[in-house]
């Protein structure tokens, strides 16, 4: 009977250890987040400035459309920072509006190491209604 105890004693405590969360929390950044600015330079395009401050990985820029989060370049290899390099991707043909803009560094795209840089806001095109009346 003694043996029964502690062999259930020994299935409880392993239960237990089991049933910890395996899922609900990223890895932990290693990685510092870009150094990160973004300009609208013409009225549909957004030009950004993305540095990577890490001795590895790259640092990359993202930019919300249609609330979906894109990869600023589309996974071109012109926009991902490598370790201690600075790189300035253009994005074109965009609709007027106000855009969110982040980035990310980390081992590759799909890590779960990355680190997660500021959020920031940028209106392109006319904000403005037209005034006048137009040869009216």
């Given at each position: 009977?003694?043996?029964?105890?502690?062999g259930a004693a020994a299935v409880?405590?392993?239960?237990?250890?089991?049933?910890?969360?395996?899922?609900?929390?990223?890895?932990?950044?290693?990685?510092?987040?870009?150094?990160?600015?973004?300009?609208?330079?013409?009225?549909?395009?957004?030009?950004?400035?993305?540095?990577?401050?890490?001795?590895?990985?790259?640092?990359?820029?993202?930019?919300?459309?249609?609330?979906?989060?894109?990869?600023?370049?589309?996974?071109?290899?012109?926009?991902?920072?490598?370790?201690?390099?600075?790189?300035?991707?253009?994005?074109?043909?965009?609709?007027?509006?106000?855009?969110?803009?982040?980035?990310?560094?980390?081992?590759?795209?799909?890590?779960?190491?990355?680190?997660?840089?500021?959020?920031?806001?940028?209106?392109?095109?006319?904000?403005?209604?037209?005034?006048?009346?137009?040869?009216?």
């Open positions: 009977m003694s043996y029964m105890k502690r409880v405590a392993m239960g237990i250890l089991n049933t910890a969360p395996l899922t609900g929390h990223a890895a932990a950044a290693t990685d510092q987040p870009p150094d990160l600015s973004f300009n609208a330079t013409r009225t549909d395009q957004i030009t950004a400035t993305i540095h990577n401050p890490n001795s590895t990985g790259i640092c990359w820029a993202t930019i919300n459309i249609d609330q979906s989060v894109h990869e600023f370049t589309e996974y071109s290899p012109s926009g991902a920072a490598g370790p201690d390099q600075t790189v300035t991707p253009v994005r074109s043909g965009l609709a007027s509006g106000t855009y969110r803009l982040s980035g990310f560094c980390g081992s590759n795209y799909t890590a779960g190491d990355q680190a997660k840089g500021d959020d920031y806001s940028v209106t392109v095109g006319a904000t403005q209604p037209s005034t006048g009346s137009f040869g009216l």
